[in-house]
């Protein structure tokens, strides 16, 4: 699981290439089993007998396996390149908050965590009679930030999670 520092570092590109490489990788599992169910055919013209009829049942146990293979492969392949399609769009959501909020004057902490900035403080003492209401306004913006950026990080966190699944379904062939 990220922390919201490395949210806001990550590149989920990664996943995309990372989708795109075991997709290919099935499809060379694919020419593999083809290649080898052509070699056991052709053997048939000079071998006969038990010992080929074995090589047949286990050409057909290989080739179930292959397809099995591939199937796990693009499954885990589309399911990267869509999480990664998905992350990248809220890793750019998540700094457009971030950075929307300290244009605004709060401080974002690394938790994630909004507070009143400097400036801010510095209007709310300068206000005189009305500073409660200022202080509580700025409050209301600190806790709207925090509340956006917290979700968005449990967004992320959530893909991080799904993508996790997807490389560890296709590890445990």
Known sequence: MPTFQQALDADPS?????????MKAAGSVTAVSAKYGQEVADLGTSWQGQDYQGMMRWAGQVSAFTVQTNAVLMSAGATLEAMGATMMANVQLLKGTKQAAEAAGYRVLPTP?????????????????????????????AVAFATALMAQFA??????MAAQTALRAALAL
């Open 14 to 22: 990664k996943f995309i290439t990372a989708g795109v490489a075991l």
């Open 155 to 160: 967004a992320i966190i959530a893909q991080d």
């Open 113 to 141: 965590f909004v507070i009143l900035g400097p400036s801010q403080w510095s209007q709310v003492s300068s206000a005189g009679p009305a500073a409660p209401a200022v202080l509580a306004a700025y409050q209301a913006g």
